[in-house]
């Protein structure tokens, strides 16, 4: 079944970058725009990326534009977020998953979601 493993999380000091992967796998992930989303301590789950099929289009949150890049390569089936110059407001769980739209499809056809473990990525000093 669909399933996605983040990885490349850490402890950083403010200023500071990670690299996140994330590996999909039980579908034919090429097809299908992905995000990635975080959830800090106490917040709800907010989307921070997200990259068309092909990876020809990108958008992101206010809170990470120029800092983040998202990026995938379809023949690993795994998708990237460069993370530059962390706040220490970038505290979170980062998970991976479909878009939005897919996820909403997808709880509607199936009845559930997909959620990973996430990858903690702690900045502080």
């Known amino acids: 079944q669909v399933q996605f493993v983040e990885s490349g999380g850490g402890l950083v000091q403010p200023g500071g970058s990670l690299r996140l992967s994330c590996l999909a796998s039980?579908?034919?992930?090429?097809?299908?725009?992905l995000s990635w989303y975080r959830q800090a301590p106490g917040k709800e789950r907010e989307l921070v990326a997200t990259i068309t099929s092909a990876g020809g289009s990108t958008s992101y949150a206010d809170s990470v534009q120029g800092r983040f890049i998202i990026s995938r390569d379809n023949s690993k089936s795994t998708m990237y977020l460069q993370m530059n110059t962390l706040k220490p407001e970038d505290t979170a769980v980062y998970y991976c998953n479909t878009d939005p739209s897919t996820m909403a499809t997808t709880m509607a056809l199936e009845g559930v979601d997909h959620w990973g473990q996430g990858t903690q990525v702690t900045v502080s000093s």
């Open positions: 039980g579908f034919p992930s090429s097809r299908y725009d």
